[in-house]
C-alpha cells in the first residue's frame, strides 16, 4: 500500500533552525514535494526531489532518500512569518500525489 | 489570469441543499485538480480535467459530486444534497500540463471553505 507520514505540529524559535521529516511507503516512485500554506491560502511550492540528495534554496532546503523512504525540510534563520502549515507530497508511478496531512510550524519569538 | 481564482470563498448552506463551486485556473493550463481539504488530513484527490476531458474521476466521494469544465478553462465542481461530512475546504490547482514533474508544479487556489449545517 501506500502511506506518507510527517508529524501534525512543530515549534521552533525566530533565528533557529527546523527540519520538518517526512516518511512514506510507496511501490512507484516519481518524486517529492514540499509545499508551504499559510492559514486560509493557497500552498506554495516550496521544492521538488526526485534524485537522492540536499537541494538548497535560499533558506530552505529539502532532503531525499529514496532508499529510507524520508525526506525532510530544513528552514534556517526562522522568521515569523514561516509559521505556516508545511506539506510534504510523493508522486507515485501513476503520477498522482499522494499528500500528508502537513505539519503546523510556530515560531515563537 | 495571474493566479487560480476560486468562487466562494466561504459558503454556508443548509443539509440537502446543492452547492456550485468555481475554479478559473491560470490562463494556458490545460491541466487542473480538485482537491479536498479536512482539518487534520492530507488533500483527498478529487478529479483530474486535462482540457475538457477528465481521465480520472476515481476520488469523487459519491455520486452526489460531480464536476465539469468548459473552454479548457473554467471548471465547477458541484455537490448535490449536501451533508455535513461535505464540510472541508475544496482546492483547485492548474498545472501547464498533465505530466507532473518538478518542472510542471501545481499551482493552487485559495480554496473554497464549504460549511454544511
Known amino acids: 500500500g501506500q502511506n506518507i507520514d510527517q508529524p501534525t505540529e512543530m515549534t521552533a524559535t525566530e533565528g533557529a533552525i527546523v527540519q520538518i521529516n517526512c516518511t512514506y511507503q510507496?511501490?512507484?516512485?516519481?518524486?517529492l514535494f514540499w509545499y508551504q500554506q499559510h492559514a486560509g491560502e493557497a500552498p506554495t511550492f516550496l521544492s521538488y526531489?526526485?534524485l537522492d540528495g540536499l537541494e538548497e534554496k535560499g533558506r530552505f532546503s529539502s532532503f531525499l532518500s529514496r532508499s529510507k523512504g524520508y525526506s525532510y525540510l530544513l528552514l534556517k534563520e526562522l522568521q515569523m512569518k514561516d509559521s505556516a502549515s508545511y506539506l510534504c507530497?510523493?508522486?507515485?508511478?501513476?503520477?498522482?500525489?499522494?499528500w500528508g496531512a502537513g505539519t503546523k510550524l510556530i515560531i515563537k519569538p | 489570469g495571474a493566479g487560480v481564482s476560486q468562487s466562494p470563498s466561504n459558503k454556508v448552506t443548509e443539509k440537502g441543499k446543492d452547492v456550485e463551486l468555481r475554479c478559473d485556473p491560470i490562463?494556458?493550463?490545460?491541466?487542473l485538480y480538485w482537491y479536498r481539504q479536512s482539518l487534520g488530513q492530507g488533500l483527498e484527490f478529487l478529479i483530474y480535467?486535462?482540457?475538457?476531458?477528465?481521465?480520472?474521476k476515481s476520488g469523487l466521494p459519491s455520486d452526489r459530486f460531480s464536476a465539469e469544465r468548459t473552454g479548457g478553462s473554467v471548471s465547477t465542481l458541484t455537490i448535490q444534497r449536501t451533508q455535513q461530512e461535505d464540510s472541508a475546504v475544496y482546492l483547485c490547482?492548474?498545472?501547464?500540463?498533465?505530466?507532473?514533474?518538478?518542472?510542471?508544479?501545481?499551482?493552487f487556489g485559495a480554496g473554497s471553505r464549504l460549511t454544511v449545517l
Open positions: 490547482a492548474s498545472s501547464l500540463l498533465g505530466d507532473l514533474s518538478g518542472a510542471n508544479v501545481l499551482t
Open positions: 490562463s494556458g493550463h490545460t491541466a
Open positions: 480535467f486535462q482540457g475538457n476531458s477528465a481521465p480520472d
Open positions: 510507496t511501490s512507484g516512485f516519481n518524486g
Open positions: 526531489n526526485v
Open positions: 507530497a510523493f508522486m507515485d508511478s501513476n503520477y498522482q500525489l499522494i
